[in-house]
Nanobody, 126 residues
Framework: DVQLVESGGGSVQVGGSPRLSCVASGDTISRYCMGWFRQAPGKERESVARIGSGGTIFYAGSVKGRFTISHDNAKNTLYLQMNNLKPEDSAMYYC?????????????????????WGQGTQVTVS
């Protein structure tokens, strides 16, 4: 099993640049496709950024150019650098791991295709 723990959220001013971290244990995340998702109240969970096991990256259109996903293999940690935050970026942010062969989760961006989830970290932009 993979355990994921997010941190780095909080209350941020418009235009702020926090960095979210997702520390993994139980396995090496570089073997898997990983993703950051967010869910605002009353809305469905949506993919924000995904990184494949080979390093291929996908961003949602709403964050492209402002957010950067990366990972540090030595620290077994996934990051999401968020820049120029807007109020509409307010949400609970989750990291997730897709352990499937072929990384279906990376292909679809569907939360149902990801196998392990962290507990989330709240980001509130005002």
């Amino acid at each position: 099993d993979v355990q994921l723990v997010e941190s780095g959220g909080g209350s941020v001013q418009v235009g702020g640049s926090p960095r979210l971290s997702c520390v993994a244990s139980g396995d090496t995340i570089s073997r898997y496709c990983m993703g950051w998702f967010r869910q605002a109240p009353g809305k469905e969970r949506e993919s924000v950024a995904r990184i494949g096991s080979g390093g291929t990256i996908f961003y949602a259109g709403s964050v492209k150019g402002r957010f950067t996903i990366s990972h540090d293999n030595a620290k077994n940690t996934l990051y999401l650098q968020m820049n120029n935050l807007k109020p509409e970026d307010s949400a609970m942010y989750y990291c997730a791991a897709d352990l499937s062969r072929g990384c279906m989760g990376w292909v679809t961006g569907d939360p149902a295709d990801f196998d392990y989830w962290g507990q989330g970290t709240q980001v509130t932009v005002s």
